[in-house]
């Protein structure tokens, strides 16, 4: 059964962009696709549609049956929590430590006094040591976010996505910033989230190589439409130049 659905989305920015030109998009559940395309090609709209970040112009997104897109202010922001959201550039508290800037996953879920003290149930503290352990970052539970890596920093937005106890993770370009290297290390760890956990990814990645390697399924956009999806074991070179031909 498919976890995320996404019909036909639309979406034209108010400077008259036309980013995302009607977009379908299936994820299954424990699926981890990739999507690709050049720069300016629509993958962030599209990722920032879902959660509704960027309001769709038409189209509908449905996460495990329940309709996105129609749901109000109040209702959104508790399916929100559902959706574990990855950026590019990571948003952490510089100030805060490791395991307060996971445990900041669960805000969504405390009351308004406890997230203003930052007192968090015990039971959040567990799993924040537990999902810790999940992406390597145990041993630096207290170090400050401004005291650590690229590749360490990705980590702790990895976490603090995973306490959400998330039905999908929506990631944008997670490897961009990182050194080759450490960018593998990060897509083996989505790998490993959305087989073992079984939470669907869905990934925006420049690197195709990464893409390639790490992913079940490829969907491939171009000017704001899917101009290619399949398999990730048979998404062959000539695809890819249709995918990355040079704009007329
Ligand atoms: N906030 C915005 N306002 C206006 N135009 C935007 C905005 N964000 C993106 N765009 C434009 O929409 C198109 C798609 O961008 P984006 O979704 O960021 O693509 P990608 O993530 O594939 O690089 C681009 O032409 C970009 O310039
Ligand atoms: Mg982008």
Redesign the pocket.
């Known amino acids: 059964m498919e976890a995320l659905v996404v019909e036909n989305l639309k979406?034209t920015?108010?400077?008259g962009?036309?980013?995302?030109k009607g977009v379908s998009i299936k994820v299954d559940k424990k699926e981890f696709v990739g999507?690709i395309?050049?720069?300016?090609?629509?993958?962030?709209?599209?990722?920032?549609c879902i959660n509704r970040l960027?309001e769709p112009d038409s189209g509908k997104v449905f996460l495990d049956g329940v309709e996105i897109t129609s749901l109000g202010k109040k209702q959104l922001k508790r399916a929100r929590r559902d959706m574990g959201m990855i950026f590019q550039e990571f948003n952490l508290v510089e100030r805060l430590t490791v395991i307060q800037n996971i445990l900041s996953g669960r805000l969504g879920y405390t009351s308004w006094w406890r997230s203003v003290l930052r007192k968090f149930p015990e039971s959040d503290v567990g799993r924040a040591v537990e999902i810790s352990e999940v992406v390597g970052m145990r041993p630096y539970l207290y170090k400050r976010a401004d005291e650590l890596s690229g590749g360490q920093r990705q980590r702790v937005g990895i976490a603090r996505a995973l306490i959400q106890d998330p039905k999908l993770l929506l990631v944008?370009?997670p490897t961009s910033s990182l050194d080759p290297a450490i960018g593998h290390d990060v897509m083996n760890e989505f790998h490993q989230i959305s087989k073992e956990l079984g939470v669907p990814v869905l990934i925006?990645i420049?690197d195709v190589n990464l893409a390639l390697e790490y992913s079940d399924r490829i969907v491939a956009?171009r000017d704001?439409l899917v101009v290619s999806e399949g398999r990730a074991d048979e998404f062959d070179k000539r695809r890819l130049g249709e995918v990355y031909r040079y704009k007329i």
């Open positions: 979406k920015y108010p400077g962009e036309e980013a995302v999507l395309g050049l720069s300016g090609s629509g993958k962030s709209t599209v990722l920032r960027v944008d370009e925006s420049h956009m704001g």
